[in-house]
């Protein structure tokens, strides 16, 4: 790194020097910006050079946005400000200064401020000069007074300093106002906490017994790794008006709202990387790490006498693998690991982060022209990053022994002092009150039902914040606060953490109301009924006698027994606005006054509705119940509709009526399970074991066996016989059409198994299996002998790029072009035919058809909506395959630009959608099929796919790829697909991702009559043309030794 032409010192001398600089490129920072190659001024300075991670890194969805930050720096998608409403601004800026908090405390400013330039984050200007410089924006700075941890674990002040970029000196002026937040990619910090949870969950209930360390690793002034496109730093300015000096930042600033997009494309990147080390199964932690893990503290578990939390059923299904997973909170890496006897996981859980940071970022450097530190913060590294059975993170303490997750003592005690201090004086301003309902906010992460008691507050700093004084608290909201630190108590008390994953109910009630009544039932038990008294009714709305059904059944549960302290609650109702309530009631208790004197909303209702809501949230935390509110169709609802409004029969009757017209409805358990089990397979397997079972009807009847169809009066042997007597039937086709003489092995082995499965489905024992559970030896013999009879099976074969390039030239018709699309896109993803053709009956697998909604396009990381005019210069196409034949869903591959104009991904789909989106009726759903023929709507199907495939190989000789007519089918793509992978020297394990492979399948679709197949070989084998055996040891046994096989006087060895 060499010295950069910019004096990093918080100095005027300094800034004069930095001003002379730019002006001898014509004040104009872009040229002078790009003549500081090789200093710390260069874009991507902090990380290594993409030329050296994109090798590793560049299948990741997230590495075109990370490199071109890394080569272009960050520009924010921001609308551009006219020339006039930015000197406006920028005269109002200077003329205003900054916010009090930093003006009022100079020497603190100044002091951060200095930290920043000297280490290259920001670049002193003269502030008389700053109106020079084309395209400036100013913004105030603040001071924002945090906690942090020292390398002793002890929490100490910390004073950040915040650029405030939504502060608008003109209307809609600001960066953050102007900024375009649909270009911004999605930020998914916000569930950290929730995805790390339901993964500890699912892992106790996977292993438990087993403990679960964590690691935390920080990184050290996150945001100030990224450079700012010089277009973007121009916007960000601030100034100190004392020193009549201005600042340039150069770096992500604390207050830019694009900020966080912008650093998750490298801190997600980064967190990938972290899981794919840890979950290596190749990697030794070692003999590959990081610099700084011998700085890492040791483990540290609890005493053996606290006792493992039990992981409850979740409705997902959390992947857990035992090496560990890690997670992102914009500069917090957390990672957890399970710690199996004998396995390295705690040492992978320890090392994976660092080594992770380690890869990406430019080492720190003995010669470093300006002040730089490593990236890894060593302070909170030498206090948190340890594995632990008990960590605090995100500001909270999780316990993964107990599965407890609580609010720190010293948090817990800082809160609940403050509100006693506003509780004391009556009133409050509004920036204070803000900052309680942000940490009440903060609680309901893991109490949602702090949300119920949240309404009065808010409306409190609605008013609060139209004046400069305090604000009287009144003695609701002095109630609600005080409720607050019960609440906080509870909090630092701690939550069982199955109450916020995603559970599997224990009890589910469905709940109805009409105007005469209220009903409901526990769909494994009972139901009760109240009808309103007629002097009652037409009081209130149906929503809210909706909401007050879903809580009577919570209530009589409680009082009945059936719910149990810790259970999972699912309230059902045909009332959306009801279940929205039971999550959250900010219900206005000040009603506006509409124009005509009326109120919006009946005063007495709202509060009705409001101290409802806060019973039931108080009743469900004292319990400790997790509750899911969800909505159902009302035709679904018949039962607590009648016990709603039914009052003419008895409670016996209306039982009986309801059990007899509704049976599916009152066993709403054994209905879900059956149809869960129905959705395991698909139609085909379906008329494929109906017809098998069918066969075997026949069968039986023909042999005399009339009234025993699961055979339950033979036995074991005599069950295996008739079994292989029925194969030997399939096999001559007995039960075939004239065209069927014999029957190869596969279909017989399938048709026995289905009707084995049918004798399973129905409580009977499988009659093929031998005492020992194996199939038995006489059908496992007659199989092989099939076997050794059939013709050889005839491959499909695999089809050559040239084939598919040119299909691409014989596109007259639409449905040619569509045909041609689809084979080159189906080409690049070695897509199996029914994912992106319409395919018949009998070729139909679990997998679904792609449609329009699972391709995406990114440039620059950014997704491209399907509208974008230049939709083709996309860097990456992402197919999104929802359910594939494995039961693998929502799978996600990527592919770049082959940089071909005729043979590339993104071409070929950026076509396809393009195509059809002009079509007519088409939307997200639309498959990738579709074709416009003749004014309509049809398919390509794969007949017609195999037919161009046909025309293209006689177009370039069959003789010439040794490809005749027949020997191709829907599979030759994917065939050729692998095909051309192997040739190009593909690593297997980006094959099989690529090809979304689980195991070794792919190989059937290595042709190895391929003439390339065997490139190199011959010459690669004569290359060692002598080798040496080295001798084995003579384990000589003499001849009288009884142990000796064959040994006449002993019987075991003969």
């Avoid at 200093?39 to 890194?57: C, I």
């Avoid at 920001?122 to 700053?130: H, N, R, S, T, V």
């Avoid at 005080?482 to 009630?509: C, E, H, S, T, W």
Wanted: net charge neutral; hydrophobic share 40%; proline share 6%.
């Amino acid at each position: 790194m060499k010295q950069p032409e910019f004096v990093f010192e918080l100095t005027a001398e300094a800034a004069e020097k930095n001003f002379l600089v730019l002006k001898q490129y014509g004040l104009d920072l872009e040229k002078a910006l790009s003549a500081q190659r090789d200093t710390p001024l260069e874009y991507g300075s902090e990380f290594r050079e993409p030329s050296v991670l994109e090798p590793l890194l560049s299948m990741h969805p997230l590495w075109p946005k990370m490199k071109s930050i890394l080569q272009n720096g960050s520009l924010f998608p921001v609308t551009d400000l006219d020339e006039e409403t930015r000197m406006k601004d920028l005269e109002a800026a200077l003329a205003r200064g900054n916010h009090k908090g930093a003006s009022e405390k100079l020497d603190l400013l100044i002091k951060l401020v200095t930290k920043d330039v000297i280490h290259g984050y920001a670049l002193a200007l003269p502030l008389e000069k700053l109106m020079r410089i084309p395209g400036v924006v100013l913004a105030p700075v603040n001071i924002q007074a945090q906690n942090t941890i020292n390398e002793f674990g002890e929490i100490i002040a910390k004073d950040r300093l915040t650029h405030d970029q939504s502060f608008d000196y003109s209307p809609d002026s600001s960066v953050n106002s102007r900024v375009i937040t649909e270009e911004l990619l999605p930020v998914r910090y916000g569930h950290c906490i929730r995805r790390i949870i339901n993964w500890v969950v699912a892992a106790r209930r996977k292993y438990p017994g087993v403990k679960i360390f964590a690691c935390k690793v920080d990184y050290k002034s996150a945001f100030r790794r990224i450079h700012l496109a010089w277009k973007t730093a121009l916007q960000t300015c601030t100034h100190l008006p004392e020193e009549e000096i201005a600042i340039l930042a150069l770096r992500l600033t604390f207050g830019g709202s694009p900020c966080p997009a912008e650093w998750s494309a490298i801190s997600e990147l980064a967190n990938d990387l972290t899981t794919a080390i840890m979950q290596h199964p190749d990697w030794d932690p070692s003999e590959l790490f990081s610099p700084l893990v011998a700085q890492v503290p040791p483990r540290s578990d609890l005493p053996d006498d606290v006792p493992f939390g039990i992981g409850k059923e979740l409705v997902v299904d959390v992947p857990v693998n035992s090496r560990g997973m890690s997670e992102i909170y914009v500069d917090d890496k957390l990672s957890c690991a399970l710690d199996l006897p004998g396995s390295d996981h705690v040492d992978r859980c320890a090392g994976a982060a660092l080594l992770a940071i380690h890869t990406i970022a430019r080492p720190l450097s003995n010669s470093e022209p300006i002040p730089r530190e490593t990236m890894a913060a060593i302070e909170k590294l030498l206090a948190e990053a340890g594995p632990e059975e008990r960590k605090i993170m995100l500001g909270w303490h999780l316990n993964f022994r107990t599965l407890i997750i609580s609010l720190p003592d010293n948090k817990a005690k800082a809160w609940s002092v403050e509100i006693s201090e506003i509780l004391a004086e009556g009133k409050s301003k509004a920036k204070r009150l803000e900052r309680n309902i942000g940490r009440f906010v903060n609680i309901g992460m893991i109490l949602p039902y702090v949300h119920h008691f949240l309404a009065r507050l808010r409306t409190l700093l609605k008013h609060a914040k139209k004046r400069k004084s305090a604000i009287p608290l009144p003695p609701p909201v002095q109630e609600d606060l005080k409720l607050m630190q019960r609440i906080i108590v509870r909090a630092q008390n701690g939550i069982d953490m199955n109450n916020l994953a995603y559970r599997m109910p224990d009890i589910v009630f469905r709940n109805d109301s009409c105007p005469f009544g209220l009903g409901g039932y526990d769909v494994r038990a009972y139901g009760w009924r109240w009808i309103i008294p007629p002097e009652l009714r037409f009081r209130a709305t149906n929503n809210l006698l909706e909401h007050l059904a879903n809580i009577v059944s919570i209530k009589l549960g409680l009082l009945n027994g059936s719910i149990k302290k810790g259970d999972c609650v699912l309230s059902m109702s045909d009332s959306i606005v009801s279940c929205s309530w039971l999550k959250k009631s900010n219900f206005d208790e000040e009603p506006d006054i509409q124009e005509d004197g009326t109120f919006k909303m009946d005063p007495l209702q709202a509060e009705v509705r409001a101290e409802v809501a806060r019973e039931h949230a108080l009743t469900m935390m004292e319990n400790e119940i997790c509750e899911y509110p969800q909505w159902f169709p009302g035709v679904q609802n018949v039962i607590a509709d009648a016990l709603s409004r039914d009052d003419d029969r008895d409670d016996e009757t209306l039982t009986n009526l309801l059990i007899s017209h509704f049976p599916e409805q009152c066993v709403a358990d054994l209905c879900a399970a059956e149809v869960a089990r129905e959705g395991a397979v698909t139609r085909g397997t379906h008329e494929d074991q109906d017809r098998a079972w069918k066969r075997f009807c026949q069968y039986t009847k023909s042999i005399g066996i009339h009234d025993d169809t699961y055979l339950d009066n033979f036995d074991r042997y005599q069950r295996i016989r008739i079994m292989c007597a029925f194969a030997q039937a399939m096999r001559e086709g007995r039960f075939s059409g004239p065209a069927y003489e014999t029957l190869v092995e596969s279909t017989i082995r399938n048709a026995v198994s289905y009707v084995a499965a049918t004798f399973r489905d129905n409580d009977r024992r499988n009659p093929t299996l031998d005492e020992d559970g194996e199939l038995a030896r006489l059908l496992s013999r007659q199989y092989r002998a099939y076997r050794n009879k059939d013709p050889p099976v005839k491959q499909q074969k695999a089809i050559p790029t040239i084939v598919i390039k040119e299909l691409t030239r014989l596109q007259q018709t639409e449905l040619q072009k569509a045909t041609a699309q689809l084979a080159v896109g189906a080409f690049f993803f070695a897509m199996r035919s029914c994912e992106y053709l319409k395919v018949p009956q009998a070729e139909k697998r679990r997998t679904d058809i792609l449609r329009l909604r699972n391709i995406r396009f990114f440039r620059n990381g950014v997704e491209l909506p399907h509208s974008h005019p230049q939709l083709e210069t996309a860097e990456v196409v992402s197919i999104t395959f929802e359910k594939q034949k494995k039961d693998e869903k929502m799978d996600t591959v990527n592919q770049l630009a082959s940089g071909d104009a005729i043979l590339c991904p993104k071409y070929a789909w950026a076509s396809i959608v393009k195509r059809i989106r002009s079509y007519p009726g088409t939307n997200d759903d639309t498959p990738v099929s579709t074709v416009m023929v003749n004014g309509r709507l049809t398919h390509v199907t794969s007949k017609i796919l195999i037919d161009a495939l046909e025309g293209a190989i006689a177009a370039v000789g069959n003789d010439r790829i040794g490809i005749q007519k027949g020997e191709i089918g829907t599979h030759s793509i994917r065939s050729g697909a692998a095909m051309a992978m192997y040739l190009g020297e593909v690593p297997v394990y980006t094959i099989m991702m690529l090809g979304r492979w689980s195991s070794d399948a792919f190989l059937r679709y290595i042709r190895k009559q391929v003439e390339q197949f065997s490139h190199n070989v011959s010459r690669k084998m004569i290359l060692h043309q002598f080798h040496r055996h080295v001798p084995q040891i003579d384990r000589t046994i003499s001849r009288d030794d009884p142990r000796q096989r064959n040994h006449p006087q002993n019987e075991q060895t003969r």
